[in-house]
């Protein structure tokens, strides 16, 4: 028998493989070409062609010594890269040893918790979320607790207060937001700053900060992503090129932290060991090498900006409410009649698949992923314009 | 502040960076040249050529679909390929079903102790042992029990038996074994599986056999590994590529199911959810698609076994006392003086790096790992058997 809460937590998501199940059913009956699936967030997109060059470039390496185990951390020489980059977007000033190469976000956002949880902390996610952050806390001892954003999508610090407490281990921040591509600015980040400061001093605490940006690159109308890893001594920085690459199936990150952190040896120390306990032992060696000459390439944006405006365009004429994405390749209406259950119910009947709200804590509306095919997205903006 | 547990086992096993970070430190004193390091496990050894050729053959396939994500449990065509292998080979029936690509063997492992392991359930673990296990184990919530093996590293019903009860889950195996290069043979795994079968029905239980076989091809004398994932119906197989194809540092293995295992079904249903929770959410794409390739591809074993016979020959003529080794890269020497802390401190005055038997629970022994160079091998032989 397997462990009851693993039985548990693949009963409590079963909807998900169900939901998938009938939308597989259904591409069987009409043909996967008759049905249109916006329900997925795995990029369509091939890797850029430097990726292709580098891969055969390594191919001529045969002595290079680099398909061994390294430091659990990852290359040096990658890690030094990095920080050249961080510092030169701005996004943080730090040194390589404050670097650990990652399996993805993913495997980042584990190692970050298993390094600073014990049983029965506390981690407060915001709502609407990325809905697998609840079995990463769990996965290691910690304790989930929602403060819901506001109307907006914005951090909303009146929530978040009622759920802090001397128990706080962290605070995890999505922005760009995966379902629904807000991206919080400076100034709302500063007063969640401040307001993390204060609760620090009141507990007596660390209070992590922990922010997943795998989505950076793919923002639009030029917004600037505010370097929030840099504006809060005890915060971990959290990157993976499965967007900014189209390369997710090869599991490639990073955490980033802040050399102002509280013990900043002794967390990284931590990440490390982590990294290293959880099976990971280090991020894969052959895709080190490979970001490690690609950090000024990201795919092309425009890509996913032209189908964002397409279908933000077609359903807000066509009567839908939505708050205009700033990122990422999600857009997250509200659903008619606020039912989001029924609604992606009728949207299937039209052979249209979509997630539902309750699947990221916030129903009454539906998550559409652009990151498919202009055909999928036309007929299935047709197809949803018809039921408002 | 960090984990307790995590700064903890840091703390615990700071001894062995302590012993790194002296080598290092001799390195640097003495120059690296001067310096003779049997510590690492870390092969120096390069991938075959077949391994580079398929880099370059996929560096050419730039429209393929194949660095997106992909099923959690891995490429179905890949999964087929050992599924045919393995029957092959003679070591288990199974289906691509029952079989989950992983981020290595620890990867592997990992993800079946999530999926097993409740709070406080127990695993046993024969010592000596790969030291990681440990924090496998309590990686997700369970209690590492050690049984000793004999005198001779194999199994011993007697302690197994002392330490099994209700509440065990499992028990590992790790044959052909680090550090002690023992292979358990048919016979003696044949008793302990009926053992095993027996305390199933007495605690009306699943105790799994969990069989960690990353050294399996480096084998010596023409040695059999029996399969024990089809001898008992409650066991998983874990494979890596580490040591096989000599690209560690690229973490790819997998776990096969025995088809027969008590609800079987859900039990992978497990593995496939755990790869995803735990932040692996796949094996490295690239790295499937080149294993799946390379089944029958392997580095030349003739390579460590000279290596292990000159090592052999010149310590046991020394007057060392050890068990030949009938597989891994490893040998297990008893430690002259029989404290092998003391004796890994004489090693090191003559500039021979050794890990002492403590660190893999059992003391007055140390480990030899010969993965490394003709050079170093022979100049740490030639001091270490000054030191008889």
Redesign the interface.
């Known amino acids: 028998?397997?462990?009851?809460?693993?039985?548990h937590?693949?009963e409590k998501?079963s909807w998900i493989r169900k939901m998938f199940e009938a939308g597989n059913e259904l591409k069987k009956i009409h043909g996967a070409e008759n049905v249109f699936d916006l329900s997925l967030g795995?990029?369509?997109l091939?890797?850029p062609?430097q990726?292709?060059?580098l891969?055969?470039k390594?191919?001529?390496e045969?002595?290079?010594?680099?398909?061994?185990?390294?430091s659990n951390a990852g290359f040096i020489d990658v890690r030094e890269k990095i920080v050249s980059y961080l510092s030169k977007n701005r996004i943080l000033e730090t040194t390589s040893d404050n670097v650990v190469m990652s399996?993805?976000a993913?495997?980042?956002?584990?190692?970050i918790l298993?390094?600073?949880?014990?049983q029965g902390d506390e981690v407060i996610v915001l709502t609407p979320f990325f809905s697998?952050y609840q079995?990463?806390v769990r996965?290691?001892?910690g304790k989930v607790v929602f403060a819901e954003t506001d109307e907006n999508f914005d951090i909303n610090i009146e929530n978040i207060e009622k759920k802090i407490n001397k128990k706080t281990k962290a605070i995890m921040l999505n922005s760009p937001n995966n379902p629904t591509g807000k991206v919080y600015d400076e100034k709302k980040l500063k007063e969640l700053i401040d307001f993390l400061n204060q609760k620090q001093k009141k507990f007596n605490?660390?209070i992590y900060l922990i922010s997943d940006e795998p989505y950076r690159e793919i923002v639009y109308d030029n917004i600037n992503v505010p370097p929030v890893v840099s504006m809060y001594n005890n915060s971990f920085f959290v990157y993976s090129w499965s967007k900014s690459l189209?390369?997710?199936?090869?599991?490639i990150g990073y955490i980033a932290v802040n050399p102002n952190m509280?013990?900043v040896q002794?967390?990284v120390?931590?990440l490390i060991?982590?990294t290293?306990?959880?099976?990971?032992?280090?991020?894969?060696?052959?895709?080190q090498q490979i970001v490690g000459e690609l950090l000024e390439t990201t795919i092309d944006v425009g890509y996913y900006e032209k189908k964002k405006n397409y279908i933000y365009n077609k359903l807000t004429k066509a009567g839908y409410e939505m708050i205009k994405p700033e990122g990422t390749f999600y857009l997250f209406p509200k659903a008619p009649g606020n039912d989001d259950i029924k609604f992606v119910d009728r949207a299937k009947e039209e052979k249209v698949l979509i997630v539902p709200g309750e699947g990221f804590a916030r129903k009454g509306h539906f998550r559409i992923s652009y990151c498919t095919d202009d055909r999928t997205i036309e007929n299935a903006c047709e197809r949803l314009a018809r039921l408002v």
């Open positions: 028998m397997i462990s009851k809460y693993i039985s937590a693949i998501s795995n990029p369509i091939e890797p062609d990726f292709f060059d891969l055969k390594l191919s001529a045969k002595e290079s010594g680099k398909h061994r185990y390294m399996c993805g993913g495997g980042g956002l584990n190692v298993r390094t600073i949880l014990d697998e079995f990463y996965n290691h001892h605490n660390d189209a390369i997710p199936g090869n599991r509280n013990q002794e967390v120390n931590g060991f982590c290293r306990i959880l099976g990971f032992v280090n991020a894969p060696a052959l895709m």
